[in-house]
């Protein structure tokens, strides 16, 4: 096979991290049953971390970062696949400790992998990649708690982000009346869009809060963590709950018990890395359902491979708005 680009995250003797284009063959890939042609990748937040190191994502160096791929089977040991299909692959520490998407070519194991929706394009995969992903677990988790439409006002914070974009359309596409919070007030039109009912100021949700505030919404999507979060909490309506999913604006949360034993409130964890092999073929089935195709549209701008490391420290800026495509090959 002939020598192929990839970009490349490197550490020197002195522990500094740098990021750059390389040539590389197909025997510094890692081991898995399953050589993929990559088409399509994206740039999530994590990918944003691992480029700019900004918290210790890349566990082993040299790593080709990229946590989303959608490419074509070039030769398969796994049962799963065979030289042709078109696969998708979301997390698996790929692009943290296994080599990762931003590469023309990537071997990973075929347990990691699932076929690409025959309702999506490799474009509209990538457009939704982990952020979409993991937006559609979080509406999943706030259905399993039984917050149907009629409910009450759903909130989700970091609403112009790609997680954010996403889950504004999802639940508005369901019929739930969305709150979106963005730091971005230049974005509400942008929002209102996606099918947003109200664009909130990030501004209200941050700053040291109470142990219990007024009750707002019955439910959030959070993207941003830390004492956000924290407030969230302490806003949720009685029996309401949170599906906490990022760490945009803090890692550490300070909160009392009182949202919890005094209206019953609960918080929902999720990670979208690890879910088993059925759970992620049932969540993009759900987004091939769900998802506005027009709204995944709008949200969406495709930029070549050689633009994908200054996106990358963009995004944990808080520059870049909805999804990006990445294009490979
Ligand atoms: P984006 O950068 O696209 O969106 C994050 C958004 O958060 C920004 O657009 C901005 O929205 C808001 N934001 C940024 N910085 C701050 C800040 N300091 N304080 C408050 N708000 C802020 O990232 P993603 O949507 O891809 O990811 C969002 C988070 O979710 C990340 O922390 C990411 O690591 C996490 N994540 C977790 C997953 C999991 O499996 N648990 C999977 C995917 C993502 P606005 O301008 O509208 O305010």
Same mark, same amino acid.
């Given at each position: 096979?002939?020598?192929?680009?990839?970009?490349?995250?490197?550490?020197?003797?002195?522990?500094?991290?740098?990021?750059?284009?390389?040539?590389?063959?197909?025997?510094?890939?890692?081991? @898995?049953?399953?050589? /993929?042609?990559?088409?399509?990748?994206?740039?999530?937040?994590?990918?944003?971390?691992?480029?700019?190191?900004?918290?210790? /994502?890349?566990?082993?160096?040299?790593?080709?970062?990229?946590?989303?791929?959608?490419?074509?089977?070039?030769?398969?040991?796994?049962?799963?696949?065979?030289? @042709?299909?078109?696969?998708?692959?979301?997390?698996?520490?790929?692009?943290?400790?296994?080599?990762?998407?931003?590469? %023309?070519?990537?071997?990973?194991?075929?347990?990691?992998?699932?076929?690409?929706?025959?309702?999506?394009?490799?474009? *509209?995969?990538?457009?939704?990649?982990?952020?979409?992903?993991?937006?559609?677990?979080?509406?999943? !988790?706030? *259905? =399993?708690?039984?917050?149907?439409?009629?409910?009450?006002?759903?909130?989700?914070?970091?609403?112009?982000?790609?997680?954010?974009?996403?889950? &504004?359309?999802?639940? !508005?596409?369901?019929?739930?009346?969305? &709150? $979106?919070?963005?730091?971005?007030? %230049?974005?509400?039109?942008?929002?209102?869009?996606?099918?947003?009912?109200?664009?909130?100021?990030?501004?209200?949700?941050?700053?040291?809060?109470?142990?219990?505030?007024? *009750?707002?919404?019955? @439910?959030?999507?959070?993207?941003?963590?830390?004492?956000?979060? $924290?407030?969230?909490?302490?806003?949720?309506?009685?029996?309401?709950?949170?599906?906490?999913?990022?760490?945009?604006?803090?890692? *550490?949360?300070?909160?009392?018990?009182?949202?919890?034993?005094?209206?019953?409130?609960?918080?929902?964890?999720?990670?979208?890395?690890?879910?088993?092999?059925?759970?992620? /073929?049932?969540?993009?089935?759900?987004?091939?359902?769900?998802?506005?195709?027009?709204?995944?549209?709008?949200?969406?701008?495709?930029? !070549?491979?050689?633009?994908?490391?200054?996106?990358?420290?963009?995004?944990?800026? @808080? =520059?870049?708005?909805?999804?990006?495509?990445?294009?490979?090959?």
């Amino acid at each position: 096979m002939p020598p192929f680009k990839a970009v490349l995250i490197e550490k020197d003797a002195s522990g500094a991290q740098s990021a750059g284009f390389a040539t590389l063959t197909d025997a510094d890939l890692m081991e @898995g049953d399953v050589t /993929v042609r990559v088409e399509r990748s994206t740039v999530n937040y994590k990918d944003g971390l691992a480029i700019t190191g900004r918290a210790p /994502v890349v566990r082993r160096f040299p790593m080709v970062p990229g946590v989303d791929g959608v490419g074509i089977v070039e030769q398969s040991a796994s049962a799963w696949f065979k030289p @042709g299909d078109r696969v998708l692959l979301n997390g698996w520490g790929v692009g943290e400790l296994h080599l990762g998407a931003w590469a %023309e070519r990537a071997r990973w194991k075929g347990d990691w992998l699932i076929s690409l929706p025959s309702g999506f394009s490799p474009d *509209e995969g990538m457009a939704i990649g982990t952020a979409g992903y993991t937006a559609m677990m979080c509406v999943m !988790a706030l *259905e =399993r708690h039984g917050i149907g439409p009629s409910g009450g006002p759903i909130l989700v914070t970091g609403a112009a982000g790609g997680v954010g974009s996403v889950a &504004v359309a999802l639940l !508005a596409g369901l019929g739930y009346h969305v &709150v $979106a919070s963005t730091g971005r007030p %230049e974005e509400a039109d942008y929002l209102k869009g996606l099918g947003a009912a109200e664009v909130i100021a990030r501004a209200e949700l941050e700053g040291s809060g109470k142990p219990l505030a007024r *009750e707002r919404w019955i @439910g959030a999507i959070d993207v941003v963590g830390g004492q956000t979060l $924290a407030n969230i909490l302490s806003m949720i309506r009685y029996d309401g709950a949170v599906a906490a999913c990022g760490l945009a604006g803090g890692l *550490e949360m300070s909160t009392t018990v009182a949202p919890f034993i005094l209206r019953g409130v609960t918080l929902y964890g999720i990670d979208s890395v690890y879910v088993p092999k059925p759970v992620r /073929v049932a969540v993009w089935d759900r987004l091939d359902r769900d998802l506005d195709r027009a709204r995944l549209a709008a949200m969406t701008r495709r930029i !070549a491979f050689d633009d994908v490391i200054d996106a990358a420290r963009d995004i944990v800026d @808080g =520059r870049i708005r909805g999804r990006l495509v990445v294009e490979i090959g």
